[in-house]
């Protein structure tokens, strides 16, 4: 990407390849301006808008990002504003055999070695980068008493465990009161499984039940029981515990608590003896996302995450991308991208249940734009979707995770998740994350009680404003400040010092905590 | 109903036309028990289960509640053991034209007079039982802020407004990330829109909105802005008021912090105002439901429930029974109890949708039993579909509300809704229900923020044990200590005094509060 810094004039060209380049002026500019290089806009170009590089005559290709995203649809010189009144949008790619499979061959980046963070190693070789007492739940029956019990526990117990970071109730909306045997059920259910194993929890497993509910603690736990490493000197802490409060001994609401707080006080015993140890960036688990999408965040934000991905990447790590609709219309960049024919068929039957999922509920993927993507200077979804796809970097993508599937490989996934932030957090945690990573142009406070987020702001006033509440300002980059690289690395360097512990994220710091948001495509009941 | 008490076995007969009775004992009877009446078990049945009061031919229709719940799949000899795996469901009625419509022309139930509660009357004529401080949020991206906020002023301000029970986050997975314009989603939409006009929260109404989300603060408020009336010396407290996250205004978290808290301190001065006065008990709104059933479930907490229903009817309240998927089987004596055809054809139409809805998600109504219905004795939906509807009494049904929408009428109504017991209470809540009675015979914490709830224990162990968390014990009716009216009428005094906060219940002293639950029948994007 080049930026081309003037007096006034700020236009942002992302690939060297692309006929279009973005106005990043506050209020835009006005026609007239002459920009570095002689070029003269013809007409006012808002902020965040194209400008035409070229001469384009009708039907020609307009390139971002190296893609094309929308044609001329009549004759456009050098200077011209481009908007969707003025270009056709390129039809979405049919999920068939005209696909590209895994062409784009390009050279391999080199792996990136001698970079570490401080993480805690699990017994099955999973290390996290928190050290989390979870107590899940099989149903949302149980959540006022949970709630009570991790309360007690944080303020009564957790001081006596100075190495254990919090204590946190798993609770959700599912497991009663739900279809539990409609196909799309496995979706929710596998994804409570796989977060009470996430790797922050340390391998030890706390259940409490209601005891009627359709979700029972034996149907939460499979396809397989989720071992508990037996400690020194703790009986009975060499399987999962469950808590339930239907259970005969269980008299009295203080009885409950009681249970509870018993078994929590052998998983903090166990949890507490955890200890940081120097582990290669390899056993980091990212999964990014982006929401609160503005112009910017084509070309400042995502870009210099795109940049961190790919030192991930390349250092080994496995790190997730997600998001159908918002990757829908760049499908076939994504099968170009994949690593094998196999990862590409993944990725179709991925899109293509995700599209027979909106048409049941006779909706589709334009429901995921905004009016506002438009005023801000997204002709369409094609071109949203490049902008949200280029967080991902330029790997090969070498896996593809189903919704509540738990990861196990390395390397760029495309794990298929809805856009929404709270169910694509929640499904990347069951995926396996221990770092988030989060860009937004209208700014969120979104955070994550199980994994610290990271959050990235496309601009810079946004980063101003929201000074505590956003950890990376990308906005340097339209103002020609910084580079793309610069805040990659910056990025990079501070996800290894968040991983480690060193540093809290915003967040963190404020606890800031949004509750998990299940992805339940079955009826309820 | 019968009651049949020995030295040890208590069998429960329904109705004098039945075939099967349940086993009242505690840990069941077993084989060889002889019956009063010298039928003699032929195996081990359960506490809760049905027992063969005849011999039956494979095909011979099982009679409870004067229904056919089921059908002999061999033969079985008095004394049998009549359970899931040894009888088949009938089929579902169809919703055609031979369904009986408004036919069931009982003698009415004179009027109830001389009950009163003290109530908080609002300035629209409804009238609530608590006074409680709502803060609406447009969407979860808020929720870390809200909950920080929340606490705050409970704990800083709430001491300064003694007349104020609580402050509360309208909380929820809704607002972005969902097909918005889908068909489906009007429902969560005008449930968040009710909810904030419940009428325990005083008419004054204050929403946190991030400000990009989808569910716009306007699109909240739709159809109908919902004023706040202005209060004495309160300048700016007569419209709704919305703070922004996102607005220019708000530099950093503790700005946001301090936009809600100030905003609260006002309609804190307005609810603080509020009186409790006298009122007929023609102005409460009751929801009623049941969650965690057992064969109980229908012979004592829901006969005892119906009867205080009918109570409450014949003094003018509004009650609303729900949980379409327990009522399903049973809609042909619904539309017979239905008061006029037009609320017949509001019952069919509303089961017709909720139909198509689990069709579409390939389940069907039988996805509603669990496995502690079973265990507990219900072999099928039929059975506990009979056991469920006994708690809306014997008045005709005089209206029908679908799923979000806000009642606007008295007597006994239908309220379509999941049987999800936290989405059926939010459905409730929505309608302006101002306090729920749940009936459990497995035994569930269940509570609200918004809402008183009495929770009515079928079996007295379950009573015994859970003795904080119970607020009546409906078990001593199977063991003859007291009557379905005896136990009708406590409950019935007991709402008043819960109305009247002369009581707390057991989820009030504990504190206990389950999340909302929206249904949302529509996709996720
Ligand atoms: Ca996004
Ligand atoms: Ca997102
Ligand atoms: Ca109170
Ligand atoms: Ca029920
Ligand atoms: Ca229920």
Not at 47 to 52: E, I
Not at 63 to 92: C, D, F, H, I, K
Not at 237 to 246: C, G, K, P
Request: aromatic share 4%.
């Amino acid at each position: 990407m080049s930026v081309v810094v003037g007096q006034a004039p700020l236009l942002i060209k992302v690939h060297p390849l692309d006929n279009v380049a973005i106005v990043a002026n506050d209020g835009g500019l006005p026609a007239g301006t002459t920009l570095p290089g002689g070029l003269a806009l013809v007409e006012a170009v808002p902020q965040g808008h194209k400008v035409a590089l070229v001469d384009f005559a009708p039907g020609d290709a307009v390139m971002r990002y190296n893609v094309v995203v929308g044609y001329a649809a009549q004759a456009l010189p050098r200077g011209s504003w481009v908007n969707e009144r003025v270009t056709t949008m390129p039809t979405a790619p049919e999920l068939d055999d005209k696909l590209p499979i895994a062409t784009r061959k390009g050279e391999a980046l080199p792996p990136l070695e001698g970079y570490t963070f401080e993480g805690y190693r699990n017994a099955d070789g999973t290390v996290g980068t928190r050290n989390i007492l979870a107590i899940s739940t099989t149903v949302q029956c149980v959540q006022g008493v949970v709630e009570h019990a991790v309360r007690r526990i944080r303020e009564e117990m957790l001081p006596r465990y100075p190495n254990v970071d919090d204590v946190v109730g798993i609770e959700h909306t599912y497991g009663c009161g739900v279809a539990i045997d409609a196909p799309g059920a496995a979706v929710p259910i596998r994804t409570l499984h796989n977060i009470s194993r996430n790797p922050n929890f340390g391998g030890t497993t706390m259940v409490v039940s209601l005891g009627c509910e359709k979700l029972q603690p034996d149907r939460l736990l499979a396809p397989r029981a989720i071992p508990i490493r037996a400690g020194e000197g703790m009986p009975g802490a060499d399987a999962v515990e469950t808590i339930v409060l239907q259970d005969e001994a269980n008299v009295g609401f203080q009885s409950m608590i009681d249970s509870i707080m018993q078994t929590a006080e052998r998983h903090l015993q166990k949890l507490n003896a955890r200890k940081r140890e120097t582990c290669p960036i390899s056993d980091l688990v990212v999964g990014v996302q982006c929401g609160g999408s503005d112009a910017f965040s084509g070309v400042t934000a995502n870009p210099a995450l795109g940049f961190a991905v790919d030192l991930l990447v390349r250092g080994g790590a496995a790190v997730m991308f997600s998001e159908n609709t918002e990757v829908r219309d760049g499908i076939d960049q994504l099968t170009a991208r994949a690593a094998t024919p196999e990862v590409a068929e993944a990725l179709v039957r991925e899109m293509a249940w995700y599209d027979a999922y909106l048409e049941r509920g006779r909706a589709d993927r334009s429901a995921n734009t905004t009016p506002g993507n438009k005023k801000g200077g997204l002709s369409n979804i094609v071109e949203k979707a490049m902008g949200s796809i280029v967080k991902s970097g330029t790997t090969p993508i070498t896996g593809v995770l189903s919704p509540g599937d738990r990861l196990a490989q390395k390397g760029l996934i495309f794990a298929a998740t809805p856009a929404s932030d709270f169910i694509c957090g929640t499904l990347q945690l069951a995926a396996g994350m221990t770092l988030h990573v989060f860009t937004t142009g209208r700014g969120t406070p979104y955070g994550l009680a199980q994994v610290p987020v990271v959050k990235v702001a496309t601009r810079s006033d946004l980063a101003r404003r929201w000074h505590d509440l956003m950890d990376v300002n990308a906005g340097r980059i339209a103002t020609g400040e910084a580079t793309i690289e610069d805040v990659g690395w910056e990025l990079f360097h501070l996800m290894l010092d968040v991983a480690s512990g060193r540093k809290q994220t915003c967040a963190e710091k404020l606890k800031l905590h949004n509750a998990l948001a299940l992805f339940n495509p079955g009826p309820v009941t």
